[in-house]
């Protein structure tokens, strides 16, 4: 990442310290229940229960029966060296990919019949690791696009140009453009997203996920891309993030000591099993863990999170020490 | 009925056949192995080489065995040239690749023209240097045909082995999987490349000098003809676009099956539409067995084959830029509508064609430019309407029959799209480019026909496959009969498509398209219904060419099967990417220099493929962006003069002697518009 992304970075999301949360209201008007779906969308943050789940590809059990719960209102941080099947288990949450065996639920409705944009209406909400967004559409539009997976105007209303289709588009812009307003997006409005440096493109993600609503929120690598310094910024951001939303979110990130530092749940996999789950502070000091994934080195859990000042010199080591270093085990 | 019957010259005429059609699957293989692009130029390739052949053999009298090598050197050069010229296109999408050997293609027709290639006589029989022939029963086999037995299987076993143990073979599979990859560890990619044209080149000259002696020299340009390209492809399709052993001898197959099927179909009139119904089916059920497979194991190229690579020039939010732009179009629409005045019958009537190809174009650039759907078929369906233009015209008023037609399409064009859920990019484009076929062969010159079970007839074709007049109906109660009154008819259903067109690029339809089109997973994931929005591109492009249909219909009059050729479905998606593909602007500029441009110059294949060849390569060559772009920097450039005139007026200095407002000649390059543009806001 050179140093022009990052400061473009800086622009849009260190503004949006402090007015994320002014705007909390925002994200409840217009948001209706879906009135088309099977189940009518909850209120709140959501519960997610994952039990014995098993994907497979080909003959790779990439997630092998996994069995988690998630708490309403939660940041659940889900760590583990490359591989072990951290992103698989997002994608079969958000129904990208479809389990072999074991079930999903969420508030214990079983969500093995829904496909990813019903999962969608019902609030489960999800970021991508690469973060490529649509690389021709505009910030505005793709932020647009979030409105119209919830209010969704017909074809011929909308060639028509009928009162009501009028309304909707003027009602989808108003909440955009208080998004990109408290994002500080205002520059890049009319900027494809595909020309925009992968800062930006994570803060227009984000700027997605609030417009979206999300009960349960589930981000992959957030701080991919991104430099140290900002990836630090992330930890109000994210809380923020939650606060506003009102969401679950299950998070998955090489920046170890982020996710202990944010997380009240640290679950950590290996080969597509959980090895440990708890709270950062049993898993931390859990000896399986160490052996699992850190690297049995206490300086990878020091490197991020500006509250421990006592992590000494290791600030200038890499974003993703984990990464590095599970190879030295 | 059918009567079953295998008789061995029918079979043995049929692997003639179908040889020539695993040659060219051979060489679509080869390209598709090396550069990932089905390239449509295979067949033509050779062809220059083959009429070259004959000016030798015949004109300077050469020795056949020396005008055959000259002619195959000829080829291989003219391969590696092609090569050279689309190397350019390295790191582009490979639709745009595709349609860039289109433009290949045509460009090559046009080499066959040239008075040191073109033999002086043709419907000359093509030399053949041997004269053995035998019997089968009454059957004669030819000497050409024997040669073909003869020399096919020997060229196509010495490829295959060339590709086996050359290391070249490893290296042509290694460029396609990863071409950076395989660059970064030593392979020579471009070379690699270079030497598949140059191969290719051979080939299809081996092709085209073996399936010539059974015609007359001039119909030579069959080769290309989307009939004979299509049957290719289905082979090479079988051999999963990898194999060349596999789809050579699928090419036998699909000739013997064909030659098998239009002797045991007796009826003579409908037997060759049911024979072009059954090969549809094949085809499509090979793209969706083979093609569907293959693209779950190479996302490599799916990935890289919608960027299109747009400039982005598009949104910028300045009200003055915008004003310009406006004004320039409001002083093209007043120009067009005054045009009808001042044009002669046969001008107008230029005119409504343009103004309908224009509707056809933008309906494609819903489909293709913004859902990505590559369609080589919209032709097909401006056939729909047109059909139903012929059977209803009389009985409909006009005002209802649009609509009406254009939802009939809209449904049609659903159903073709349905495949476009499991196959994309370039195997979409042959599935339309089969459905427009089939249209033409089969459906419309079908007049009716009998529904097996239960005995009724259905007359859905033209109803007179070879010649089907309509009259021109009233709108309103106004009579369309005049040439100007249909002028105005088509400019007014023109605007109103554009206007639609605006309104869902604006108001919310395109960025669902486009969103589906750029990250299928995001958009779904998002909550965006993928099936439904990709749906959806087919229904709205198939409502506008159903209309558009009818409009056309009406304006010809007279049509027939050969109206709605394939061909002219390519010469569409010509325009679209002339004008900049996914340009409203764009595709009514593309419809202009296509349509106009060959009746400014007079009206022939030749002109026509000037200047849809050529513009293609130099468009997708050198300006990306299309007419598009050209149009939009000239906006850029009189909003800059406006801006400049403004700032010394409010600077206090006198206006001075304006120069006089130039009014640029030439419609096509829009320069009149703009021109115009800034004069209205000097005033």
């Not at chain 2, 598709?32 to 050779?46: C, K």
């Not at chain 2, 289109?102 to 006589?121: A, D, H, M, N």
């Not at chain 2, 320039?328 to 001008?347: E, I, S």
């Amino acid at each position: 990442m050179s140093t022009d992304d990052a400061t473009t970075t800086d622009d849009a999301t260190l503004t949006d310290d402090g007015t994320l949360t002014d705007d909390a209201t925002f994200t409840d008007d217009g948001r209706e229940a879906r009135p088309s779906g099977r189940k009518t969308r909850g209120e709140g943050p959501a519960r997610l229960d994952v039990t014995d789940l098993v994907v497979s590809f080909g003959g790779l059990r990439a997630v092998d029966k996994v069995t988690v719960s998630i708490e309403p209102g939660t940041i659940v941080g889900l760590i583990g060296p490359n591989g072990s099947g951290k992103t698989t288990l997002l994608d079969a949450v958000s129904g990208l990919v479809a389990p072999e065996e074991g079930s999903l639920a969420l508030d214990g409705e079983d969500l093995a019949d829904y496909i990813p944009e019903e999962r969608a209406a019902l609030g489960v909400v999800r970021s991508f690791q690469d973060c490529r967004l649509y690389p021709e559409l505009t910030v505005q539009d793709t932020l647009m696009l979030c409105e119209d997976a919830r209010n969704s105007v017909s074809v011929l209303s909308t060639t028509l140009q009928l009162p009501w289709a009028r309304r909707a588009e003027r009602d989808k812009a108003k909440a955009v453009d208080r998004v990109i307003g408290s994002f500080g997006l205002e520059r890049f409005r009319h900027h494809l997203t595909g020309h925009l440096s992968t800062g930006t493109r994570r803060v227009v993600d984000l700027a997605s996920i609030v417009l979206a609503g999300p009960r349960l929120l589930l981000l992959d690598e957030p701080t991919a891309g991104i430099a140290q310094r900002e990836a630090e910024a992330f930890i109000p951001l994210l809380r923020q993030l939650q606060e506003v939303t009102g969401s679950t979110i299950l998070l998955v990130e090489h920046d170890v000591p982020l996710v202990f530092e944010l997380c009240s749940t640290v679950i950590i996999m290996q080969t597509g099993s959980v090895v440990i789950s708890g709270s950062p502070d049993v898993v931390r000091e859990d000896p399986r863990a160490l052996a699992a994934y850190l690297g049995a080195s206490d300086a990878a859990l020091n490197v991020t999170g500006p509250a421990r000042s006592d992590a000494g010199g290791a600030g200038g080591a890499g974003a993703d020490p984990g990464e590095s270093r599970a190879g030295d085990t | 009925m059918i009567a079953v019957s295998i008789p061995s010259s029918v079979v043995i005429e049929g692997a003639i056949l179908g040889l020539n059609y695993g040659l060219l699957a051979t060489g679509l293989v080869l390209i598709y192995r090396t550069n990932r692009v089905i390239n449509f130029a295979q067949g033509q390739l050779g062809v220059v080489a083959a009429v070259f052949l004959v000016k030798l053999y015949y004109d300077y009298g050469i020795n056949y065995w020396a005008a055959l090598a000259a002619a195959l050197l000829l080829a291989a050069a003219v391969g590696a040239l092609s090569e050279l010229l689309l190397r350019r296109l390295f790191n582009r999408p490979r639709v745009m690749v595709m349609v860039a050997t289109i433009g290949l293609s045509q460009v090559l027709f046009l080499f066959t023209l040239f008075p040191f290639i073109r033999p002086k006589k043709l419907f000359r029989n093509f030399p053949v240097p041997v004269n053995w022939s035998f019997h089968i029963g009454t059957f004669l086999f030819s000497p050409g045909e024997v040669v073909t037995l003869i020399v096919a299987p020997i060229v196509a076993l010495g490829l295959a082995a060339f590709i086996r143990f050359s290391p070249w073979g490893l290296a042509m599979r290694a460029s396609a999987e990863n071409a950076d990859s395989a660059r970064l560890s030593g392979v020579w990619v471009r070379r690699t490349s270079t030497v598949a044209w140059t191969l290719a080149g051979a080939l299809s000259a081996f092709t085209a000098i073996l399936a010539s002696p059974s015609s007359q020299t001039s119909t030579l340009t069959e080769v290309l003809s989307p009939g004979l390209l299509l049957l290719a492809l289905l082979a090479a399709l079988l051999g999963g676009m990898v194999s060349l052993p596999v789809a050579f001898m699928a090419g036998i197959g699909v000739g013997i099956v064909q030659d098998l099927l239009l002797w045991n179909i007796t009826n003579p009139s409908t037997g060759s539409a049911q024979v072009e119904l059954i090969l549809f089916v094949l085809l499509q059920l090979a793209l969706l067995v083979r093609a569907a497979s293959l693209q779950k194991s190479s996302r490599t190229a799916e990935r890289t084959s919608w960027m299109t690579g747009t400039v982005g020039f598009r949104h910028t939010g300045d009200v003055l830029r915008k004003r310009v732009g406006t004004t320039g179009v409001l002083g093209v629409v007043v120009v067009a509508a005054l045009l009808p005045l001042v044009l002669d019958v046969d001008r107008s009537f230029l005119m409504s064609q343009i103004c309908i190809y224009g509707v056809i174009a933008l309906s494609l650039t819903v489909l293709t430019g913004w859902a990505g759907q590559v369609s080589l078929g919209q032709f097909g369906l401006v056939a729909v309407g047109a059909d139903m233009a012929a059977h209803l015209g009389g009985g409909i008023p006009l005002i209802l029959l649009l609509p009406f037609a254009g939802v009939a399409t809209g449904i049609v064009s659903v159903l073709v799209g349905l495949t476009a859920l499991r196959i994309r990019g370039l195997y979409l484009a042959v599935s339309t480019l089969g459905f427009a076929l089939f249209m033409q062969t089969s459906v419309l010159a079908t007049s009716c026909w009998t529904l097996p079970v239960v005995h009724k007839t259905i007359c859905s074709g033209l109803p007179d496959p070879q010649s089907t007049l309509i009259s021109r109906p009233t709108l309103f109660g106004l009579g369309l009969t005049s040439e100007r009154a249909f002028a105005w008819f088509s400019l007014a259903v023109l605007i109103l498509s554009i206007l639609m067109v605006r309104v869902w690029r604006d108001r919310g339809i395109a960025r669902r398209l486009i969103s589906v089109r750029d990250n299928e997973v995001a958009a779904g994931s998002a909550g965006i219904p993928v099936v439904r929005t990709k749906l959806m591109a087919f229904a709205l492009s198939g409502f506008m060419a159903g209309y558009a249909g009818v409009c056309l219909a009406f304006a010809t009059e007279r049509f027939s099967t050969d109206t709605f050729d394939p061909t002219v479905s390519i010469l569409v998606v010509s325009m679209v990417v002339i004008g900049g593909i996914d340009s409203v602007p764009g595709a009514v500029l593309g419809a202009l220099y296509l349509e106009g441009l060959p009746a400014i110059f007079g009206s022939s294949t030749t002109v026509e493929f000037l200047t849809s060849g050529f513009g293609l390569l130099a468009f997708i060559l050198y300006l990306p962006g299309g007419m598009a772009e050209v149009m939009h920097r000239l906006g850029d450039l009189a909003t800059a003069g406006v801006v400049q005139l403004r700032a010394r007026r409010s600077g206090g200095s006198s206006p001075g002697p304006e120069p006089p407002p130039t009014v640029g000649i030439d419609p096509a390059t829009g320069k009149l518009t703009e021109a115009g543009a800034v004069a209205e806001l000097r005033s």
